[in-house]
């Protein structure tokens, strides 16, 4: 795992949430692309880099459905020197893509032969919605809501553990809510169970969190 901490390496970091899934089980597309500029997403509701928490690693293994496909791969997340790095994996251990979030701007490269079947910005707000996002209130118990702009967001929480979110479009657009269910406290970094649940996108995911690490 040493190599992995060097976020300039480029065999870093790997994660993907359902998009990864979904590029996987579509048709093949164009050749491989080279990266697509970085550029400000203002409508999304990322939360800036250099705010996301201290550095850490999270190796995840990842299975799921879309469109009654089922799939599985393997990822990790890395957060490093106040960015945010993606690399998403086939199953055959090679790189899909790699995509990185400086500030409230992304650069995405595709590195295999395939389409992704909607813009990688939604891999970010994936990414945010389970790990950054979530209400502000320090309440330990009870059902919570919040509205942060388009978006209304609901958390249950016992014990001060959460146990379940949920993000709903104001404007229904689209419509239905995305539910991501948490198994269990931080261990030590994150949850090691979640499963989201997008009914905007019609995926199931659920994601076991293998290694977690906190990086210098």
Known sequence: MGQLRDATDPVLQLLSMAALGLMLSVEPGCATSPSIPAKPAP??????????GPPMLLRQRLSGEHRGKPFELECVLQISQGK????????????AFVLTQTGVSH?????IDRELPFDPLHILEDVHRVFFRGISSTATDGKLVEVEGPEQVKEQRSQGVLKERSFVRLDQNPPGEIKISYGG????????YVTIDNGWYGYRLEIETVVQESLP
Do not use: C
């Open 185 to 192: 406290p931080k261990a030590p970094l994150v949850p090691t």
């Open 107 to 111: 650069t995405f490269t595709k590195l």
């Open 84 to 95: 945010l790095t993606i690399i998403g994996m086939t199953p055959f251990g090679s790189r």
């Open 43 to 52: 409508s999304s509701q990322l939360i800036a880099s250099e705010r996301l």
